[in-house]
Structure formats: C-alpha cells, structure tokens
C-alpha cells in the first residue's frame, strides 16, 4: 500500500501463482505506477482449490506497457474482487481486464457500477461476455 512505482521492466504489483488450499486476502491500495513494462497491478494464476479475496482501490496508474489492471481467475473455488476508485491513463492495452476461466464464481462486488467507480479505458465486454462472472455482495463469503 501507498507505494510510488516507476519506471519498472515487468508489471508494478504483480501477485501470481495462488494455488493448491492457499488462503489469501490481497490488498493493493493507494498505490502511484508510471511506466510500467507491463501491467501495472496484476493478479494471476489463481488456481486449484485456492480461497482468495482481493481489494484493489485509490491507485494511480499511469502509462503501463500493457494493461492497467489485470485479473484473472482459473480455480475451482469462488473468488471476490472489490475494484474502486482506480484511474488508469495511456495503457498499452485495456485499462481493466478481468478474465474468469475458473470453474468458481468471479464475483465482483457492485458489478454493475464498476465502470463508474474507476476511470480509464475499459472492455465491458470482457465480463459480460463471461457467464462465471457474477454480482458479489460485501459480507457475504467469499466477499468480504
């Protein structure tokens, strides 16, 4: 959290690899990245059996080589995100991508104001073409 990140060769924040029974609640808050090489906050290769939870508000990026923030669930059990107040200018790619290959639930907490709730260029597409990615509702598991 509240960490200034430039002019990195690979992505600013990058979680990967959750897997097997691993248990993980993922906070990315309140960050600044410029010129990331990659994405600038990503969280990938959440897999098998894997619990996980993630907050990702109040970050600043700025000009990433790819995505802005990108997200992508592959396990079999449900996973929440709760995505707000993020600003995302110039990517290489999308501002936001999303991506629900898992057997689990992707549930997104206010999903259907996500757009409103971050600035940047993103792909609506890329959940509603999705039927894995679902409304998520704070308190209720896995949401926190």
Do not use: K, M, Y
């Amino acid at each position: 959290s509240n960490n200034q990140i430039s002019d990195v060769g690979e992505e600013g924040v990058f979680f990967n690899d959750i897997q097997e029974n691993a248990t993980a609640a993922i906070t990315v808050t309140g960050n600044s990245i410029t010129n990331a090489g990659d994405d600038g906050i990503e969280l990938t290769l959440i897999e098998d059996n894997a619990n996980v939870t993630a907050t990702v508000t109040d970050n600043t990026i700025t000009n990433p080589g790819a995505d802005g923030v990108r997200i992508e669930h592959t396990a079999d059990t449900d996973f929440c995100l709760a995505l707000d107040n993020n600003s995302v200018t110039t990517p290489g790619d999308d501002g936001f991508e999303l991506i629900s290959n898992g057997a689990g639930q992707f549930q997104v907490i206010d999903r259907a104001n996500v757009t409103a709730r971050n600035v940047g260029t993103f792909n609506p597409a890329d959940i509603e073409t999705n039927a894995d990615f679902v409304e998520g509702t704070a308190g209720v598991a896995p949401c926190p």
